[in-house]
């Protein structure tokens, strides 16, 4: 008899211990989660910042501008107004907008210097070049790794067993996805001494 | 009972074993040689010999240094179809696969060679692929590699010697940057002595690595082959490998460059 409530009590604490074990692994892997969105939401917010100093920067180096050129110029620097102000009040579709207009200025901005022989032939032309292809490659990562975090939450919350986690420590489905236009999410195709393709 | 519990637990066991086997990457691995990896084998053995030397030489000379550990440079080529093949590589993923150099300090350059993949005679060009680590791009920046891209291998006739010519100045730029030392080397010697009269045998100071290479060489006969296998084992155990190091558990935020010749 004494044996048999050993066995008992024995086997209640291992349940309790196995569950206590699936609750914190299951709480963990949320949180994990949840944090691997915000790793790479700031990793986005970096390269923004990064992009529009790098651009800033290197327009500066660069003379000759015709008023076409500075047009687009001046978009890219509302395009980040815009997101600062999406920014401050944590709009992500705002913020994604306004990475979007930017995008597309910056590649007006391309197009409009592949029309200008005389800019094109500068060396600050190609390393502007060199620079726009790092920072959207790198910005295009970005992006591309936040939304797989994204969808990576969202599964994780809404199969078993994660939904019954996500109830029970009140995780809702993210829905700010990165969403911007299609042609703002491909690197600028710069091709220079090419003699392929 | 207690029969039927142990088995549920070796089945249990088994089947996360299984779970936990599952191969999730998406790029293959890296060869032995790690610093370079000719998947398109396009890259003669003088050029690569240069690479794993040089490279191997500057990880184990940043592993000295105290403030910053363990910077790699690696090659790769890769044999596509077409232009769309390489839209679907993300070269930071590779990158962060192989884990290039310790403390996020490396490089990753990709060749693409595209053509026809069944008929080597087809019109072959090639794109350029570079990819900083997060550390590295604080010292070399997508201009310096543009910079380094238009005074080697767009100028070079020959791809070999501009390969060996990029990673030189590569090589340049990082110890000039990163540890103030000046790096030298002699491109006109490269050019007209060792590139054309490269030993392979000579070049092992590995002992392992110059034992691989006779078993592995298609110029060897069996017996040698043989007789080297026995000491080796023999002898030397079965450690060592070509290449010394492996990746540093670097990562890379996308951060590069592209070219095209």
Same mark, same amino acid.
């Given at each position: 008899m004494k044996k048999t409530g050993l066995i008992i009590i024995g086997s209640i604490v291992l349940v309790f211990v196995i569950m206590g074990t699936i609750l914190i692994s299951g709480y963990n892997r949320l949180i994990e989660a949840d944090e691997q969105i915000n790793l790479q939401y700031a990793q986005i917010d970096y390269r923004l910042q990064q992009r529009y100093d790098t651009l800033t920067q290197l327009a500066n180096s660069i003379?000759? /501008?015709q008023a076409h050129e500075q047009a687009y110029f001046e978009a890219i620097t509302q395009a980040r107004e815009a997101y600062a102000s999406a920014f401050s009040n944590n709009d992500i579709a705002g913020m994604a907008e306004a990475d979007n207009l930017q995008s597309i200025a910056l590649s007006n901005l391309i197009a409009a210097f592949e029309q200008n022989p005389e800019l094109k032939a500068t060396e600050a032309y190609g390393d502007y070049n060199d620079a726009v292809w790092g920072i959207e490659s790198a910005l295009s990562d970005a992006r591309r790794l936040y939304n797989e975090a994204i969808n990576e939450y969202n599964l994780l919350i809404r199969k078993f067993p994660g939904l019954i986690y996500a109830k029970m420590y009140d995780f809702e489905q993210e829905d &700010?996805?990165?969403? =911007?236009g299609e042609n703002a999410t491909d690197v600028p195709d710069i091709v220079f001494g090419s003699t392929g393709n | 009972m207690k029969a039927k519990i142990i088995y549920l637990l070796i089945i249990s066991f088994l089947i996360s074993a299984l779970i936990g086997c599952g191969d999730k990457n998406e790029y293959p691995d890296p060869t032995r040689? /790690?610093? =370079?990896?000719d998947f398109a084998d396009k890259l003669s053995p003088a050029v690569e010999s240069t690479i794993v030397r040089e490279a191997e030489r500057l990880y184990e000379y940043s592993t000295d240094e105290v403030s910053q550990t363990g910077i790699q440079v690696v090659f790769a080529t890769f044999a596509v179809e077409s232009e769309a093949d390489i839209a679907s590589f993300y070269l930071s993923d590779l990158y962060n696969q192989w884990e290039?150099?310790?403390? &996020?300090l490396g490089i990753l350059i990709v060749f693409y060679y595209v053509g026809n993949l069944d008929d080597p005679d087809s019109p072959i060009y090639t794109v350029y692929d570079f990819m900083l680590g997060f550390s590295m791009e604080q010292y070399v920046s997508p201009i310096d590699l543009g910079n380094m891209f238009d005074e080697t291998i767009k100028l070079a006739e020959d791809e070999q010697l501009g390969t060996a010519h990029l990673l030189y100045e590569i090589l340049q730029e990082i110890y000039w940057e990163i540890y103030d030392t000046e790096f030298t080397y002699d491109l006109d010697y490269y050019a007209n002595t060792y590139l054309p009269y490269y030993d392979e045998y000579a070049d092992y100071d590995d002992i392992w690595g110059w034992i691989l290479y006779i078993i592995l060489s298609p110029s060897s006969s069996w017996w040698e082959k043989g007789i080297l296998a026995l000491i080796g084992f023999a002898v030397l155990g079965t450690g060592g490998g070509l290449a010394r190091n492996i990746g540093g558990g670097g990562r890379s935020g996308g951060m590069g460059l592209r070219r095209r010749k």
């Amino acid at each position: 008899m004494k044996k048999t409530g050993l066995i008992i009590i024995g086997s209640i604490v291992l349940v309790f211990v196995i569950m206590g074990t699936i609750l914190i692994s299951g709480y963990n892997r949320l949180i994990e989660a949840d944090e691997q969105i915000n790793l790479q939401y700031a990793q986005i917010d970096y390269r923004l910042q990064q992009r529009y100093d790098t651009l800033t920067q290197l327009a500066n180096s660069i003379n000759g /501008f015709q008023a076409h050129e500075q047009a687009y110029f001046e978009a890219i620097t509302q395009a980040r107004e815009a997101y600062a102000s999406a920014f401050s009040n944590n709009d992500i579709a705002g913020m994604a907008e306004a990475d979007n207009l930017q995008s597309i200025a910056l590649s007006n901005l391309i197009a409009a210097f592949e029309q200008n022989p005389e800019l094109k032939a500068t060396e600050a032309y190609g390393d502007y070049n060199d620079a726009v292809w790092g920072i959207e490659s790198a910005l295009s990562d970005a992006r591309r790794l936040y939304n797989e975090a994204i969808n990576e939450y969202n599964l994780l919350i809404r199969k078993f067993p994660g939904l019954i986690y996500a109830k029970m420590y009140d995780f809702e489905q993210e829905d &700010d996805y990165w969403k =911007v236009g299609e042609n703002a999410t491909d690197v600028p195709d710069i091709v220079f001494g090419s003699t392929g393709n | 009972m207690k029969a039927k519990i142990i088995y549920l637990l070796i089945i249990s066991f088994l089947i996360s074993a299984l779970i936990g086997c599952g191969d999730k990457n998406e790029y293959p691995d890296p060869t032995r040689k /790690f610093y =370079v990896n000719d998947f398109a084998d396009k890259l003669s053995p003088a050029v690569e010999s240069t690479i794993v030397r040089e490279a191997e030489r500057l990880y184990e000379y940043s592993t000295d240094e105290v403030s910053q550990t363990g910077i790699q440079v690696v090659f790769a080529t890769f044999a596509v179809e077409s232009e769309a093949d390489i839209a679907s590589f993300y070269l930071s993923d590779l990158y962060n696969q192989w884990e290039i150099g310790t403390d &996020d300090l490396g490089i990753l350059i990709v060749f693409y060679y595209v053509g026809n993949l069944d008929d080597p005679d087809s019109p072959i060009y090639t794109v350029y692929d570079f990819m900083l680590g997060f550390s590295m791009e604080q010292y070399v920046s997508p201009i310096d590699l543009g910079n380094m891209f238009d005074e080697t291998i767009k100028l070079a006739e020959d791809e070999q010697l501009g390969t060996a010519h990029l990673l030189y100045e590569i090589l340049q730029e990082i110890y000039w940057e990163i540890y103030d030392t000046e790096f030298t080397y002699d491109l006109d010697y490269y050019a007209n002595t060792y590139l054309p009269y490269y030993d392979e045998y000579a070049d092992y100071d590995d002992i392992w690595g110059w034992i691989l290479y006779i078993i592995l060489s298609p110029s060897s006969s069996w017996w040698e082959k043989g007789i080297l296998a026995l000491i080796g084992f023999a002898v030397l155990g079965t450690g060592g490998g070509l290449a010394r190091n492996i990746g540093g558990g670097g990562r890379s935020g996308g951060m590069g460059l592209r070219r095209r010749k």
